[in-house]
């Protein structure tokens, strides 16, 4: 026999699941106290981040239903309650939401409603790269430095290829600078690159 769950999150403290779990008996599901999760939580944080969300997936077996008031309860935004959905299914567990009139997402009229959300999800996909696109290009214009900053000063990583030119090890060099011998090897890499570029120049 399928056992039923619910999940009932909420952003802050202050507020409550009460009217979640409401809503699903009165939907006509029965529902044993022991298998009612609650979780104060941003809806921001990804589903399978949420510390009881995934002590719940831990205990949900093939059959099993698990139902949501609203499908921003599996995840933060369209992508991540398709993900969300879809490692549910393909554990056999079924999914009902009482926003969509209590409709299992596993079933086909569900997976229809599914292909809605990826269209959705492919769509907010699109605008989060074109954003991002638009913002590095608008970096770039700017003169801002893009990715992590360097380990070391212009300054140190001058001292460090002198140190190397001298012959000292890569291994030594890192532990007087205080750092990585990765962090090294990619100042001297970009130094030797350099020095090839400007090899090349010179002679065209």
Do not use: W
């Amino acid at each position: 026999m399928s056992r039923i769950f619910v999940y009932a999150r909420v952003s802050t403290a202050d507020q409550h699941t009460d009217n979640q779990i409401q809503e699903v008996v009165a939907a006509g599901f029965a529902v044993n106290q022991r298998r009612i999760v609650t979780e104060h939580i941003s809806g921001s944080v990804a589903a399978l981040e949420r510390p009881q969300f995934a002590r719940l997936l831990d205990r949900l077996e093939p059959g099993d239903i698990l139902i949501v008031t609203k499908l921003d309860r599996l995840g933060r935004n369209a992508m991540d309650v398709r993900a969300t959905i879809e490692l549910l299914a393909e554990d056999g567990i079924h999914v009902h939401c009482l926003a969509l009139g209590g409709a299992d997402l596993t079933s086909p009229a569900g997976r229809m409603t599914m292909m809605v959300m990826n269209a959705v999800a492919e769509f907010e996909r699109d605008l989060l790269i074109e954003r991002t696109q638009a913002g590095l290009a608008r970096a770039r214009a700017e003169g801002k430095r893009l990715g992590r900053p360097p380990a070391l000063s212009d300054e140190d990583q001058v001292k460090v290829i002198d140190r190397l030119a001298a012959g000292v090890s890569v291994a030594q060099v890192a532990r007087d600078f205080g750092t990585t011998r990765q962090s090294i090897m990619r100042i001297r890499a970009k130094h030797e690159t350099a020095g090839v570029h400007e090899a090349v120049q010179h002679d065209t």
